[in-house]
């Protein structure tokens, strides 16, 4: 009688940990579009996915030819679409574009594309203003994730445990 409790439990287990490969997320488009090359600076980044993400966790950053970030960090996440503003783009060439899509019950999606944007000349400041003070906030925005990651790993330590525990007395009559 107890043997088919544990497979039972155990096929549970494993039908819930399986991932549905035909629901996975997807990118549907990109704007601007991967490869395309643009003669007027956009003021946005925008990602659309096949599944509504998540309002913590997705992250996306765009860096210039010289490698300097030059998005402005602020994040939208709008049902299925994920939006970062830039800074105004003030060098011609191909911009890399890095993502993480972070959506319920789905692998995070990550990658990469490119856009060119060419006709722009790159602008002095003619004042000697000075620099923005660099921001010392190390806060981690993934803190909740990371922290109900941790749990939980505690909880599936524990259940392996207890089933491994019941399994040596079911098996030992």
């Known amino acids: 009688m107890r043997k088919p409790v544990v497979v039972a439990v155990l096929l549970g287990l494993i039908a819930i940990a399986a991932v549905n ?16 090359v643009l003669t007027v600076a956009p003021n946005s980044v925008t990602i659309n996915s096949s599944g509504a993400l998540m309002d913590l966790g997705s992250q996306i950053t765009v860096v210039d030819p010289n490698g300097v970030r030059v998005d402005d960090g602020s994040i939208t996440v709008d049902g299925k679409n994920l939006i970062v503003g830039l800074k105004p783009l003030t060098i011609s060439g191909a911009y890399l574009v890095t993502y993480e899509l972070l959506t319920v019950n789905d692998v995070p999606l990550d990658g990469t ?14 004042t000697n203003s000075p620099a923005p003070e660099p921001s010392n906030d190390k806060s981690n925005p993934n803190k909740t994730t990371d922290y109900l990651v941790i749990g939980l790993l505690v909880f599936a330590f524990f259940m392996l445990i207890l089933l491994s525990r019941f399994a040596r007395k079911t098996f030992r009559k």
């Open 21 to 36: 490969p035909a629901s996975a997320n997807s990118i549907i488009s990109t704007f601007p579009a991967s490869d395309e």
């Open 113 to 126: 594309f490119k856009f060119t944007v060419n006709g722009l000349s790159e602008i002095t400041n003619s």
